[in-house]
């Protein structure tokens, strides 16, 4: 079974049109839950990382949030060039130093 | 910055080949990772190491090996290339402590023939 999803799995915005993407997990003793961008044929990008419940995060138009059970990244007045997929990534108590990956949100901005 | 670099974006091989993917890190992390990432499936941990010369197994270590003979440098080894392991290959580093980001480099685009 999924530990981590993420939905949409795909998301299309106008530019300026604020939208939020979804991580949610079933696992319990989270150590950790992280955010990667990822540019087509590129390695992953870290963005943050978020330890506990009630948490934020802010870069230039991404704010990350954490509750127990997930997480958000709302993408304030997106432009194209924050086009890419974005990952969410988990550590759990038990897990050592792997992370588990979801299978990611495809954002396209248009002008 | 953390860099990480990957010795080829590009590489072809046939089946049946021994093919080495190699990963350096320029910020003395302990810890390394080798993943996959295929359409649909995304990114699968094959093998980390935590220490020079230790290895652990992760989610899909079968038909791969790893060596880390030196802090900065992993190596990841198809013994016998098959063509289901055509796949993006991406090595990642993090600092000792549990629960710390990973740091990714650019990826090898391997196709096996």
């Known amino acids: 079974e999924d530990q981590v999803t993420q939905s949409p799995e795909a998301l299309r915005l106008q530019e300026g049109e604020s939208s939020s993407l979804n991580c949610s997990y079933t696992?319990?003793?989270?150590?950790?839950l992280f955010w990667y961008r990822q540019d087509p044929g590129k390695g992953p990008e870290f963005l943050f990382t978020?330890?506990?419940a009630g948490e934020e995060k802010e870069k230039e138009r991404l704010k990350a949030t954490l509750t127990k059970k997930e997480s958000f990244l709302h993408i304030t007045a997106p432009k194209p060039e924050d086009s890419a997929t974005y990952l969410c990534?988990?550590?759990?108590?038990?897990?050592?130093?792997?992370?588990?990956f979801g299978k990611g949100t495809t954002l396209s901005v248009s002008s | 910055d953390v860099k990480v670099t990957q010795s080829s974006r590009y590489l072809v091989k046939r089946t049946g080949e021994k093919v080495f993917l190699e990963c350096v890190q320029d910020?003395?992390?302990?810890?390394m990772f080798w993943y996959r990432q295929d359409p649909g499936l995304g990114l699968r941990l094959i093998y980390f190491?935590?220490?020079?010369?230790?290895?652990e197994k992760g989610d899909i270590p079968e038909g791969y090996s790893v060596s880390r003979e030196k802090k900065e440098r992993f190596s990841l080894i198809l013994e016998s290339a098959s063509t289901n392991q055509t796949s993006m290959y991406l090595c990642?580093?993090?600092?000792?402590?549990?629960?710390?980001?990973?740091?990714f480099g650019p990826g090898t685009r391997l196709t096996v023939t």
């Open positions: 990642a580093s993090s600092l000792g402590p549990p629960g710390r980001e990973q740091y």
């Open positions: 696992v319990s003793g989270l150590r950790g």
């Open positions: 978020l330890y506990s």
């Open positions: 990534a988990v550590r759990m108590n038990q897990a050592g130093t792997a992370l588990i």
């Open positions: 910020m003395d992390h302990e810890n």
């Open positions: 190491s935590y220490d020079v010369k230790m290895k």
